[in-house]
């Protein structure tokens, strides 16, 4: 049974999504929400919604304001940024693999 992404997206909490803006070869500019799926001290992985499933980390420097926002294209940073956060889901006593986004996302090619 298919969840209505609208709905799921209002009962998340804001800490666990982000809108992610691409911009195309045309100059136009289209926004898709991504899920956080998984979270260490520093970084969070996120996957976004589109069809074509695309994962962003946004990692804070320490001592640096910005966050560096990045397009992870090589599937081994991804693994090893849920390895990071802790195959178990947990790091450092906090949530790591966000389970209830990951069922989401299996329940909603």
Known sequence: MSIDTYSFLQHTTEAEKTTVYLHTDDDTVTSCEALLIAQ????????????????????QVPGE?????DFLRDYEEVEALMEDAG???????????????????????
């Open 40 to 59: 260490t001290k520093y970084q969070k992985l996120f996957i976004t919604l589109e069809p074509k499933r695309r994962y962003l980390a946004h990692t």
């Open 65 to 69: 304001e910005e966050l560096e926002i």
């Open 87 to 109: 195959l178990d889901g947990i790091y450092d006593g906090e949530q790591g693999i966000l389970y209830h986004n990951l069922l989401f996302l299996l329940m909603n090619p």
